[in-house]
């Protein structure tokens, strides 16, 4: 898997990464706002009003990052306590934002039935199993609170164009119910009357969809499951499509969100009129911050390994996505021989391939092969689309602290949105 716009992408924001670099050191995450903005009107442009849409907090959960996200109407959808509080941390009231997640704690449960009695409900909360509904059920009635909003999450079963361990959507994945599951789920959290109301389906199918049949496969189910249970429970108004837009590299081909809803008002035609959900939702997280984001770090070593090696002082910790699922990201050089370079490469001698290694002990903290100029000790280099995944993915391990998060506004100032973490924490 390729992904990245590499050295075409990397010029226009060269001297502002490295100016990230003197102020904050390597390694740092550096978001581009410009960039973050115009994949949110890429997303509005697709699904405009009345669509819901929000910001799955899991691809990148920095409340800095999410803050300037969601800046602009967009809620946030979350799958733990944790995320929760960063996106409440970012500003965003309860209302706008939903908890989903197979992992949900009792902690996370008696939360959300906590927030419904207090008057400051979730928009929705997303049940994953008949069990769950049970549970969430038992919460609600002990709190004597309000009804809790819910959506049932349906194993959309179908064959999603991505790797294999990105398709959530598949049948044997862990995710998600079955139709029976789901009648059960309902029966379980009290039914039309419990103290679950009932609002809908939650679906999604996998990440970096290469294309849109599956998609739509599993859209046209959640629309007959929705149509199915609209005719019997009243409040059954809701139907959440997910996310799953890819980010590919620049060569590569890859469906946007606009051709993901081209698809959707055949199949919203094809439901009987007095079936169909009349709320809608999205909830992509990688296709709004991936390509704004940027991972600068330092060489710290050159050499000859039967071919150019470069170690950096950056690697799994920051960004796992190569040694996890094989992922590939553009690296450019931001300076050569201690020169600033724009990040193509033209200005700086011949690229040549080195292979690009992280810092971290274990053999598997690889980056891959890249044409990369000259470098020496103390040169930076940056790598493409780490705006997703990666600070949300990242640890300590080996002893090393977070990277600070650097946000690029538009007219090229930067601020710190997080600071660098600490040697125990």
């Known amino acids: 898997m390729t992904d990245g716009p590499g050295r075409a992408g990397a010029a226009s924001i060269a001297p502002a990464l490295r100016l990230a670099a003197r102020r904050f050191g390597t390694p740092a995450y550096v978001t581009d706002l410009a960039t973050l903005a115009a994949s949110a009107r890429d997303l509005v442009d697709a699904f405009p009003d009345p669509w819901i849409r929000s910001y799955s907090v899991k691809a990148n959960d920095v409340p800095a990052v999410i803050a300037a996200v969601t800046r602009d109407g967009l809620g946030a959808n979350v799958v733990s306590r944790g995320e929760w509080a960063a996106a409440t941390r970012a500003g965003l009231a309860n209302d706008r934002i939903t908890l989903e997640g197979v992992g949900k704690t009792g902690a996370d449960l008696r939360a959300a039935a906590r927030a419904t009695r207090d008057g400051q409900p979730l928009r929705w909360v997303a049940i994953e199993s008949p069990e769950e509904a049970a549970a969430l059920a038992a919460v609600v009635r002990r709190d004597g609170g309000p009804r809790l909003d819910v959506l049932y999450r349906l194993n959309p079963d179908v064959a999603p164009e991505t790797q294999p361990g990105l398709a959530v959507g598949a049948g044997g994945s862990k995710f998600g119910m079955t139709e029976m599951e789901i009648a059960d789920a309902i029966d379980r959290g009290g039914g039309p009357d419990g103290p679950l109301r009932s609002r809908g389906i939650h679906l999604h199918v996998g990440s970096q969809l290469g294309a849109v049949d599956a998609w739509r496969d599993a859209v046209r189910r959640g629309l007959a499951v929705t149509a199915l249970w609209r005719g019997s429970i009243e409040t059954f108004d809701t139907l959440d499509v997910g996310g799953g837009f890819p980010v590919f590299g620049l060569d590569e081909p890859a469906p946007g969100p606009g051709r993901f809803a081209r698809e959707f008002p055949a199949l919203l035609d094809a439901t009987p009129t007095d079936r169909r959900p ?48 094989g992922a590939r990201h553009g690296i450019v050089a931001l300076t050569s021989l201690g020169r600033p370079v724009d990040g193509t490469g033209d200005d700086a001698a011949g690229l040549e391939p080195a292979a690009v290694e992280g810092p971290i002990c274990e053999s598997t903290d690889a980056l891959g092969i890249h044409d990369l100029p000259p470098l020496r000790r103390g040169d930076l280099v940056a790598i493409a689309d780490a705006g997703a995944y990666a600070a949300s993915q990242s640890s300590t391990y080996n002893g090393r602290p977070r990277p600070p998060q650097v946000l690029l506004a538009q007219d090229g100032s930067l601020t710190l949105g997080r600071r660098r973490g600490s040697l125990v924490g």
């Open 278 to 325: 009349t709320r809608l939702a999205t909830e992509p997280g990688r296709y709004l911050v991936a390509r704004a984001g940027w991972l600068v770090a330092g060489v710290l070593h050159v050499r000859d390994r039967g071919g150019r090696q470069v170690i950096l002082d950056t690697g799994m910790t920051e960004l796992i996505r190569p040694a996890l699922y």
